[in-house]
């Protein structure tokens, strides 16, 4: 490609990916997009070894997903930039979350009997309330907390707005919080 290529061109070389595999297409796109990305992601505050891992990573999605770019809804650039500020996210998460509680050697100390039973009866009344709530509610909860899903992934796999499961989710919460109380 020469230095002229332009957003028709992108996407058609995304499309010759898609559709054959095309190395040489994949090799102009990663030539023009990776350092780019790199630039994107450092701006945004990444280190530059994590900007590099997630160009990286999203070159590689491009070439795994290319059948999912779809030219009618975004042009290349928007497309490959999507990625990279979702990769961005993933990347700033994983890193926030809390080291594991470090494991203890050898036999421990037989649970407290009372406080074993209330875990229990805290659990049960959970699954309770969980029931209670309306089923549109209930369903973005189990995403968002036990698929570990973020609101964005969830708008994208229901085809709900953002603003609706943010809203679904903060009432159910607050009857969630009412009902434990």
């Known amino acids: 490609m020469s230095s002229e290529t332009t957003p028709?061109?992108?996407?058609?070389?995304i499309l010759r990916v898609r559709d054959t595999q095309d190395k040489a297409a994949f090799?102009?796109?990663?030539?023009?997009?990776?350092?780019?990305?790199?630039?994107?992601?450092?701006?945004s505050g990444a280190s530059a070894t994590?900007?590099?891992?997630?160009?990286?990573?999203?070159?590689?999605?491009?070439w795994q997903?290319?059948?999912?770019?779809?030219?009618?809804?975004?042009s290349a650039a928007t497309w490959i930039f999507t990625i990279a500020r979702n990769r961005r996210i993933d990347?700033?998460?994983?890193?926030r979350r809390p080291e594991p509680e470090e494991l203890t050697?050898?036999?421990e100390a037989e649970p407290d009997q009372h406080e074993a039973l209330e875990l229990s009866q805290d659990t049960e009344r959970l699954g309770e309330a969980l029931a209670l709530l309306p089923q549109k509610q209930r369903d973005l909860i189990e995403r968002a907390y036990f698929h570990d899903l973020s609101h964005s992934e969830i708008a994208t796999e229901t085809g709900?707005?953002?603003?609706t499961i943010k809203s679904r989710i903060r009432?159910?919460?607050e009857r969630l919080r009412h009902k434990m109380s």
């Open 8 to 13: 028709e061109d992108w996407s058609a070389l």
């Open 27 to 43: 090799a102009a796109l990663f030539r023009h997009f990776a350092p780019r990305i790199k630039g994107f992601l450092m701006k």
């Open 50 to 62: 994590l900007a590099e891992e997630c160009a990286q990573d999203v070159m590689a999605t491009l």
């Open 65 to 74: 997903k290319a059948h999912l770019f779809d030219p009618a809804r975004a």
């Open 91 to 95: 990347a700033l998460r994983k890193s």
């Open 105 to 107: 050697w050898g036999p």
């Open 160 to 163: 709900l707005p953002l603003g």
């Open 171 to 173: 009432l159910a919460l």
